[in-house]
């Protein structure tokens, strides 16, 4: 089977220390660049399922606004308590200054 790669954003659309959700078949998405890398991971919280782009990139992770928990850009794991499971983190790539990911089945 073909791997299934959606069209997310522009490049432009996404400079150095911005994120944008995206929802694709009623899974959101979080697509962040953190110090210049492209990242996708779930957009929830794995605490409390509070929206993740409400919170703040550190580094190459992402901080929740509402306890602080901090989760990897790169791999989705938790960081910081409250939250001790991890969120989903996704395969990006880049063609053409567009930006794609491979989203949850």
């Known amino acids: ?39 996708a991971v779930d957009d929830l919280c794995s605490h409390e399922e509070v929206s993740l782009y409400l919170g703040c ?19 989705g794991t938790a960081l910081e308590e409250p939250a001790t499971e991890p969120i989903g983190a996704y395969s990006v790539k880049i063609t053409q200054d567009l930006i794609f990911i491979r989203p949850k089945n």
């Open 57 to 75: 990139i550190e580094g190459e992770n992402i901080k929740c606004s509402l306890h602080g928990s901090r989760f990897s850009l790169k791999n």
């Open 1 to 39: 089977m073909a791997e299934k790669w959606i069209k997310v954003a522009s490049c432009a659309e996404l400079p150095v220390g911005k994120m944008k959700r995206v929802d694709i078949k009623g899974h959101r998405y979080l697509i962040a660049n953190a110090e210049g890398e492209i990242y």
